[in-house]
Structure formats: C-alpha cells, structure tokens
C-alpha cells in the first residue's frame, strides 16, 4: 500500500488536480522511479492543459517500466486531448497488448473510433468495455451514440431509456438523450434533457453545446443546416469530403454546360442554390451564436472566445449590408466587392477567435486570417472580380476551410 499513491488517485478522482500533484511530488521524493507516479503526475498536468510537460513525464514512466500498460493508456489519453488519434489509437493498442482485462483501456479506445466517426469499431469496443465492466455508464453510452450513428434509432433510444432508469441522475446521459432528439428533429424534448444535464453538471462541454444547438434549431434555417450536419455526420471524414467533392465536381460540370450551350441555361438556377447552400453552411453557425448572444441569459452559456468572435461576425454583416447599401446607389465595384469579402471573412474570423488561447493552433489560424484580410483588401482596391488577389482570396479561404475541417481544432 502506497498511502502518497493512493491519496493521489482519490483526489484526482475529485478533480482536485494540484492537491493530488503535492501528493505525487511527495512519492517521488521518496522514490523517483516510481513509473505510477510519473504516469499520475502526467495525467495531473494534461487535466490542466499542460501538455508538454503531461508528455515529459508519460514518457519517463514508459522508459523507467516499458511493460507497464497503465503508462502507455495515460499517454494514449494525453494525445487524445491534444486529437493526436492516430497516435493515441496505437498507443492505446500497446496498452491492450500488455493488459487486456481492463474495461477503460477498450473504453478509450472506443472513444478514439467515435471521434474518428468509425462507429462499427467504436461500438465493437465499447462493448467488449461493458463486458469488463457492466457498470460502467460511459461505455453504455457510446454504445448508445453508435448506434443512432449506425441508423439503429431504435435500439438506440431504448438504450438510453434503460440507462436513464438505472441512473437518472447522470450527466452524461442526457446530455446524449438530448443530442439523440435533437437528430430526431425532437428539439423540444432535447431542450429539457440539456437543460436536465447541465443541472447536474453546469460544466458539461457536451451540454453546452447541445443546448445552444438546440436554442438555434427554433430558427427553420439553422434546422436545415443541422440536418446536412447530422447526415454528414454518419460518415467517416474520408468519406464526408468525397461527398463534398462528387458535389463540388457535379457543379463544375453544371457550369461548363451552362457556359457553352445556351439551351442548358435551366441549369443556372442549381448552380446558384449551390452556391447559396455552400455559403450557407461556412456562416450558419457564427450568425446564430451572434444571434443567441443577444440573450443575456444565454449569453452566460458562451465563452468569452465565442462571444468576441460573434461580435467580429456582427461588423462583418453590418459592413456588408452598409456596402450593398451604397453600392446599390452609387454602382462602385469596389464597393459590391467589401459586400463579398465581408461575408466570407466571417469564416476565418469567427473559427479563430473561437479558440482558446491555449491552443496552438490559433497563431496559425491568426495568420491565415491576417493573410486573407490583407488579399482582400487588395482586391476591393483593385476593384476586379478577375484579380490575382481575389483568386488568392478564395483558394486560400477554401484551404483554410479544407484544414478546419479535416483537423478537429476546437
């Protein structure tokens, strides 16, 4: 029995993480090469977002006991928080190849495939967590999520149903019965059972945000967007940006075809809804957290990042409705193009200013968006759709949204 070890776990179990750090120390003034320590040390400082340091110490505890597999889950837990998944699904892997009887090593696993959005591997997994631990509750819910992922509604409801009876007090739980009525189109019941959650736990991210999704969804063109969203959302990413391609590939040839034969001019109206849908989908989501940040009761759900990025959305729209106000009376290009520009520097700006200053991320996502800023201004100087500096505009904009997209950043 190692009383500094176990205190350690009991307050990191409490999320007192400095406390249980003051413990470690003690243990490894005593010991230094203690490997748990280490790996608890770690889990301690990556709980608090320091990861480099998270890293050093997860790290030593594998090179002082390379066979311990509870090192290498600490680690696979590190890069997850920092959405390495294919680092942390290999690294999760040696743990299972050292140990596998223990139900939260296939639990992390199984979260890794549902960010991935495998949803087969992330049920399979965490299944195989539920029969190492049949009451572990946060494997019952992936298993739940994967499900409705899968198309399986109904087993899925009827899972959470069961798991709301054996707890109704958990979090976690209707946290995901909310997300499972909001995809049904169920916005009412999801409400309450966001509003249910976060009265357990007011620090629920996964409340947070279904709750606001779910204020949003009162609008009819934000229930549109949330359907693409959640119909995307079945898909693997490889596979979301095939269907973005096979659509984007469809409208090229729309085009040519309107282009050179005037008898396909029927066409011109899909080429516009498509890009009116297109657009749509980039500034939905900054435009109704704008909305929403209105509400002063809401606005206490918004974190400050959130709120300064929709207030940097709001003199985006109001500068381009003032330009295609005076554009409209004075026929300036320069003017119709401030229109444009203002729109679509939304994107970048509200996506970056969204994230915390602790990632790192951000200092590159600022310099795409400077670099835009400046293209466009450029452009609106030269008054020219055809210019050098608006097709820079757009291929850098659309590379932006590419990286976005394809790396969880948030």
């Not at 819910?141 to 409801?157: D, F, P, Q, V, Y």
């Not at 269907?243 to 729309?254: E, G, K, P, V």
């Not at 293209?375 to 097709?391: H, M, P, Q, R, Y």
């Amino acid at each position: 029995m190692n009383v500094h070890i176990d205190k350690a776990k009991i307050l990191i179990k409490q999320s007192r993480y400095k406390l249980a750090q003051e413990e470690i120390i003690k243990e490894l003034n005593l010991n230094y090469r203690n490997p748990i320590a280490h790996s608890l040390m770690a889990l301690c400082l990556s709980e608090q977002n320091k990861y480099k340091e998270a890293l050093s110490y997860a790290n030593c505890a594998i090179s002082i006991e390379p066979n311990l597999a509870y090192s290498y889950y600490v680690l696979a837990c590190i890069l997850l928080k920092k959405n390495k998944l294919a680092q942390a699904e290999k690294t999760i892997n040696i743990a299972i190849s050292l140990n596998s009887n223990e139900s939260s090593f296939f639990l992390l696993l199984a979260t890794i495939y549902f960010q991935k959005r495998i949803w087969q591997k992330a049920l399979e997994y965490a299944q195989k967590s539920h029969e190492l631990d049949s009451e572990n509750i946060t494997c019952e819910n992936i298993i739940a999520m994967s499900l409705m992922k899968m198309g399986k509604r109904e087993e899925s409801e009827n899972f959470l149903k069961t798991l709301l009876k054996k707890d109704p007090e958990d979090s976690l739980t209707h946290a995901n019965k909310g997300w499972i009525n909001l995809e049904l189109g169920k916005h009412d019941n999801a409400l309450e059972h966001f509003k249910e959650s976060l009265r357990l736990d007011p620090e629920l991210e996964w409340a947070k945000e279904g709750f606001l999704k779910s204020l949003k969804s009162k609008y009819l063109l934000y229930r549109i967007f949330l359907k693409y969203s959640f119909f995307l959302s079945k898909f693997s990413m490889k596979n979301q940006w095939l269907i973005i391609l096979i659509s984007y590939i469809a409208y090229m040839m729309l085009k040519m075809l309107s282009d050179t034969d005037s008898n396909i001019s029927i066409f011109i109206p899909f080429i516009i809804l498509y890009i009116a849908f297109a657009v749509l989908i980039w500034i939905v989501e900054p435009l109704f957290t704008l909305i929403l940040s209105f509400d002063n009761s809401v606005r206490l759900l918004l974190s400050p990042e959130q709120i300064f990025s929709s207030n940097l959305a709001g003199c985006c729209i109001v500068t381009s409705f003032i330009s295609l106000f005076t554009w409209t009376l004075t026929g300036n290009l320069s003017l119709l193009l401030t229109f444009v520009i203002s729109w679509f520097m939304i994107i970048p700006l509200f996506s970056t200013f969204c994230l915390k200053p602790t990632n790192k991320i951000k200092s590159i996502s600022i310099l795409y968006t400077i670099i835009l800023a400046i293209l466009g201004i450029v452009a609106i100087i030269d008054s020219s759709f055809n210019s050098v500096s608006i097709t820079l505009f757009f291929t850098i904009l659309f590379l932006y949204f590419f990286i976005r997209n394809t790396v969880k950043i948030y």
